[in-house]
């Protein structure tokens, strides 16, 4: 089974620049998770789609992040405009369904702010 | 909010040292206990889940356990190929969409 595909890879841009990067889930899986991870800590959720609706985004910065899944497939978080503080991994999750932990992640976005 | 500590944060074996891995959590009712394993510049990949306390789940030479507080990850004659970050999360039952919260993980390098 194919995985849970993201890109870029690497994005490297200046402060008070927008971007975007983009997530394939697993075919299938209904859930799909947006984590942030800054270097040495854990993985943060920052919004939870259940086919193409959002259930948890409270962690999610609005004034400046947004994401969209369409038709319950792809999906894309969007930065504007980025913030030094936001140099970090953004890792694309998805599972089955909700609440099963055993999600499958990509292998993520790295983006320093400069 | 529920929480997770892992200790230590970085860990240095000889290969064949066994050792274990902790993580501390509080949680309003626990669902499920989960352990990834994450190598550099990739994504966290699942080995375990647990659910309640006296649980075992066994994958090579890793064990995971469970009580009321915690859960252990040991590893037994460890590799240099089980270099890894290991991560530990939670998921509550008061969540409805079953969010996971992550520690820190710990950061294990075997030398041969």
């Known amino acids: 089974e194919a995985g849970v595909a993201q890109s870029p890879r690497y994005k490297i841009i200046e402060k008070r620049q927008s971007v975007a990067f983009w997530c394939n889930p697993i075919?299938?899986?209904?859930?799909l998770y947006w984590y942030q991870q800054i270097l040495g800590q854990g993985p943060k959720l920052l919004i939870q789609?259940?086919?193409?609706?959002?259930?948890?985004d409270s962690q999610l910065p609005k004034d400046r992040f947004s994401a969209e899944r369409l038709k319950g497939v792809d999906s894309t978080l969007k930065i504007q405009p980025a913030k030094l503080e936001d140099s970090a991994v953004y890792l694309c999750?998805?599972?089955?369904?909700?609440?099963?932990?055993?999600?499958?992640f990509g292998s993520g976005t790295r983006l320093t702010v400069v | 909010e529920d929480q997770v500590t892992q200790s230590p944060e970085a860990l240095r074996l000889q290969e064949g040292e066994s050792s274990s891995l902790n993580c501390s959590y509080t949680?309003?009712?626990?669902?499920?206990l989960f352990w990834y394993r994450q190598d550099p510049g990739k994504g966290p990949e699942f080995l375990f889940t647990?659910?309640?306390a006296g649980e075992e789940k066994e994958k090579e030479r890793l064990k995971a356990t469970l009580t009321k507080k915690e859960s252990f990850l040991h590893i037994t004659a460890p590799k240099p190929e089980d270099s890894a970050t290991y991560l530990c999360?939670?998921?509550?039952?008061?969540?409805?969409?079953?969010?996971?919260?992550f520690g820190a993980g710990t950061q294990v390098v075997v030398t041969p």
């Open positions: 075919s299938g899986h209904a859930t």
């Open positions: 789609f259940q086919n193409n609706g959002v259930v948890d």
């Open positions: 949680v309003s009712g626990l669902r499920g």
């Open positions: 999360a939670v998921q509550g039952l008061t969540d409805s969409w079953g969010k996971l919260q």
């Open positions: 999750a998805s599972s089955l369904e909700a609440g099963s932990g055993g999600y499958t």
């Open positions: 647990l659910y309640s």
